[in-house]
């Protein structure tokens, strides 16, 4: 384990060759032991990939579209495993005295442990670091994973970083964390690859943001099967016309909006978490010397696999 440090955010650790914030480490072990139900659903990815429209999808089909329920915020009907290691929490108590907060931010991994079956779990967690029973297949809960193209994903976490996480660096220098591993799960390349690799193994659905794009009724079919439900093609209408880019960044439930309005009370800035939805902005935003580095990387690490983006 060593530690590093760039612009915005201090102290990270590298674990298994993965980016972790070092709060990771008061929860490593609690992960490592955690107890997998097979009926449990897991919506595992890189931040930046589409996970809360993922989330909001998944969990809609498994609650036969049960949209008066799913008003509740996603955070606490779909809540992110390893959440409280993100941050220090003291320090958000300290800077919002007047907030009770749930949970779901206190204690993340005990919050998901503790809810009902079946569960729904998010978590950014690396194949690797996802807990013993389900690397050893032990227990097999459903796993949907979603991937983004890595240029997209970049851009998206680049406006993420600046909104949620104070980085006040340009865009060329937060390509430069990317493409040298120094943010939180990176390196991407290889969080895609590990959990590609695994697919035969795993009770896995493997989902491409693109493909969201191009064809969400599709995809809403296909991950219908996955979960062994039936939608009637009404039902399938419905829910993708609730989980549109507009309607999505009108819902409270999923849009953050609490957490956004406390974030820009702390680093003055403007700004929404379901930001513009689109694909390819990399090519207006992208110097032709970052897109080639990507393309490079891209090339070496994907292309032994039918990785396409
Ligand atoms: P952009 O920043 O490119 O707009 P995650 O949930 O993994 O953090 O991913 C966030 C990204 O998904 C953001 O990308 C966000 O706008 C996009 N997103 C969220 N809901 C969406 C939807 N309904 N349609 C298209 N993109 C969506």
Known sequence: VDTFTNEFRKGYTTVNGFSMPVGYRDFAETIENFEVKDDDIWVCSFPKTGTTWTQE?????ANNLNFEEAR??????????????????????????????SQSVVNS???????????????????????????TGERKPKIIYVARNPKDTCISYYHHCQLLEGYRGNFDDFCRLFLGNKLNYTPYWDHILDFWKQKAHLNLLFLKYEYMKADLPAVIKKS?????????????????????????KVNPAVNYEQAIIRSKKSFSIEGS?????????????????????????????????????
């Open 57 to 61: 999808m998944i969990w809609n089909i």
């Open 72 to 101: 509740v915020p996603l955070s606490e009907r779909f809540p992110f495993l390893e959440f409280t290691a993100l941050f220090d929490y003291s320090s958000l108590k300290a800077a919002h005295p007047e907030k009770e907060f």
């Open 109 to 135: 991994v005990g919050f998901v442990k503790d809810k009902p079956s079946p569960r729904f779990i998010k978590c950014h967690l690396p194949f690797c670091l996802l807990p013993r029973q389900i690397r």
């Open 224 to 248: 219908a099967a996955f979960l062994d439900k039936t939608l009637s093609e009404d039902q399938v209408k419905t829910l993708a016309e609730h989980l549109n880019f507009a309607n999505m």
């Open 273 to 309: 978490f379901i930001r513009s939805g689109q694909i390819g902005q990399w090519k207006e935003r992208m110097s032709d010397s970052m897109i080639q580095e990507f393309n490079r990387l891209m090339e070496e690490k994907f292309s032994d696999y039918d990785l396409i983006f």
